[in-house]
């Protein structure tokens, strides 16, 4: 007699999704498959591949569920004052908290993602709040938005030091606060004169 499988769901793609998360904050990436995934959950490989054509499509939409929440945490940070700063704190705090999920989103995935709507979309969302977050410096789109990059550039840069372990857990949100409280942001050029 088979024994039962212990696991049932109703909603298999985002128990695959929740599964993936657990085994990348483990293992890291390269653990991430769907065959495992499955047998976690305690499923076919069969029927995670109903759902996901590949390990880098289940990938993707874990990535795409992480930009989701980093937007979320950036957009409840901007309330109050100095809201570029807060989100800037929120991106990094993000990272700290996911740092196996932070390596997923900015890694092969995000420049694949035009095969991928879900991430696509959840990554423009970001982009547009770091836009927003610099519109009375500039009001350029992001690829040619000096301040926006600057800021990203910045928030980014700290977020990698926290996940990589060069700054420690306990100093990340102090140092970042610190950081970001003392930088300027750079001015767009004047405009030319009209001829």
Known sequence: MRALRPYRHGNLPTALVATA??????????????????????????AAYRHFASKEDLLASVA????????????????????LSRAGLAYVEFA????????????????????????QAAT???EALLL????????????DNRAAMAAWGLVHGLSYLVVDGFIPAARAAGLA???????????PPAPEPAV
Request: no cysteine; net charge positive.
């Open 21 to 46: 998360r657990q085994i990348l904050d483990e293992s890291g990436m390269q653990a991430v498959g769907l065959r495992e995934t499955a047998r976690r959950i305690g499923v076919s490989a069969t």
């Open 64 to 83: 795409a569920e992480g930009f989701r929440e980093l937007g979320a945490a950036m957009e409840g940070a901007t309330r109050g004052p100095n809201p």
């Open 96 to 119: 700290r908290q996911n740092r196996g999920l932070f390596r997923l989103m900015f890694g092969p995935v995000l420049a694949e993602r035009a095969k991928y709507p879900a991430l």
């Open 124 to 126: 423009e969302g970001v």
């Open 132 to 143: 927003r977050g610099v519109a009375d410096i500039d009001q350029r789109p992001l690829d």
């Open 177 to 187: 606060e610190e950081i970001l409280a003392g930088t300027r942001l750079p001015r």
